[in-house]
């Protein structure tokens, strides 16, 4: 499935429309699927405000069949969760909540084995040294061949 998880700001101005079909809604997922501004093949969306909630979908969720992308479609959300992340982190930094030179090990305790050698800073940067599992599953050879101790293999 080829497809993107959109999330949209909406101005509360556009909560003002009693119509429950939310046309001005659907035409900003219409816009992200064609032409110039096209940010992928499908879109899905889900906006909840002072006039109820909404949900709606545009372009398509399999592109090699033409099969038309729908509300509650199934999403892999992958990376996307990345940026949400780093910006609850940069905003309890900026709160002096947190610091980015904090350890794993502060925050997780008995997470990680290594916990203290990691940061949170090195986590944002993708620098810890941590492998994602399905890095390692798909390349497990490279990842033996690394080990330099022979007693490990």
Request: proline letters at 5%; charged letters at 20%.
């Amino acid at each position: 499935m080829v497809a993107a998880a959109i999330a949209v700001s909406v101005d509360r101005s556009v909560f003002s429309s009693g119509s429950p079909s939310r046309p001005e809604l659907q035409q900003i997922l219409d816009r992200l699927v064609v032409g110039r501004g096209r940010v992928a093949p499908g879109v899905t969306a889900f906006v909840s405000g002072p006039r109820g909630t909404w949900s709606g979908a545009a372009g398509l969720s399999i592109v090699k069949t033409g099969k038309a992308m729908w509300p509650n479609a199934p999403m892999h959300l992958d990376s996307q969760t990345k940026t949400w992340v780093a910006t609850v982190i940069l905003q309890l930094v900026g709160e002096r909540r947190m610091r980015l030179g904090d350890t794993v090990e502060r925050w997780l305790p008995g997470l990680l084995p290594y916990g203290k050698r990691i940061t949170v800073r090195e986590l944002l940067d993708h620098a810890s040294g941590i492998v994602d599992q399905s890095t390692f599953d798909t390349n497990v050879l490279r990842f033996i061949q690394r080990v330099h101790n022979s007693g490990l293999r």
